[in-house]
């Protein structure tokens, strides 16, 4: 176990929807990072967040977006959905700033399915 | 663009043997390398990280890293059924400029034969 939850498991949304994706991080990692893994492919990676900031983002369009908060949690949101969004997401802690290189901790991700 | 390769397999080990697992990436300024390993539905747990070329051993497992030919390996010595996952390779830049989270491969799919 890493001590990184995510909720909810599993969710079906219809395409033009929005979603919001949770994850509560390890106690004392100030970073999270986000990732969507498509079915037979690697994560890739969405975007970071290091004490409430974004401090990375990946290749993907301002319809994700994100929050972190004091308490060690942090949201994933998605707006006007796609089919194409239909994949694994999975957030991952790790204890400093990114240029440390630590080690990131994965939740258990959350599986979206949009229709 | 950064770009890790792995072979996406199957690779087909018997039980009680050694399973070679490889990983090349294009990125030289790579500083960070992990091993995940992925079971079938499941999130990826960590295996190993490598920082420095050579050897680092844990248990049944070894990596190596060789960054002038840019290349990571997995070692899994008397590989067990339980091995049988799809292990991922990846691998962290800090350019010097934002986060650019870890690069994965597409990782490869491993089969241990009982």
């Known amino acids: 176990e890493t001590g990184v939850t995510q909720s909810p498991t599993h969710l079906i949304k219809t395409r033009g929807q929005q979603v919001t994706l949770r994850c509560s991080s390890q106690?004392?990692?100030?970073?999270v990072s986000w990732y969507q893994q498509a079915l037979g492919q690697g994560p890739q990676f969405i975007f970071q967040?290091?004490?409430?900031?974004?401090?990375g983002r990946g290749n993907f369009p301002p319809r994700f977006s994100g929050l972190q908060f004091p308490n060690y949690s942090s949201e994933l949101n998605v707006n006007a959905l796609e089919l194409d969004d239909s994949a694994l997401y999975l957030c991952?802690?790790?204890?400093?700033?990114?240029?440390?290189?630590?080690?990131?901790?994965f939740g258990p991700g959350t599986r979206l399915l949009v229709l | 663009q950064k770009e890790v390769e792995q072979n996406s397999g199957p690779l087909s080990v018997p039980e009680g043997a050694i399973a070679s697992l490889n990983c090349t990436y294009s990125d030289r300024g790579s500083q960070s390398f992990f091993w995940y390993r992925q079971y079938s539905g499941k999130s990826p747990e960590l295996i190993m990280s490598?920082?420095?070329?050579g050897d680092k051993e844990d248990g049944r497992f070894t990596a190596q890293l060789n960054k002038a030919s840019q290349y990571v390996s997995l070692l899994i010595r008397d590989s067990q059924p339980s091995d049988s996952a799809t292990y991922l390779c990846?691998?962290?830049?800090?350019?010097?400029?934002?986060?650019?989270?870890?690069?994965f491969g597409k990782g490869t799919h491993l089969i241990i034969q009982p």
């Open positions: 990846a691998v962290n830049v800090y350019s010097g400029g934002g986060a650019d989270g870890l690069t």
């Open positions: 106690s004392g990692h100030n970073t």
């Open positions: 967040y290091y004490r409430e900031e974004e401090n």
């Open positions: 991952a802690s790790s204890l400093g700033d990114y240029r440390l290189q630590e080690t990131q901790y």
């Open positions: 490598i920082y420095s070329n």
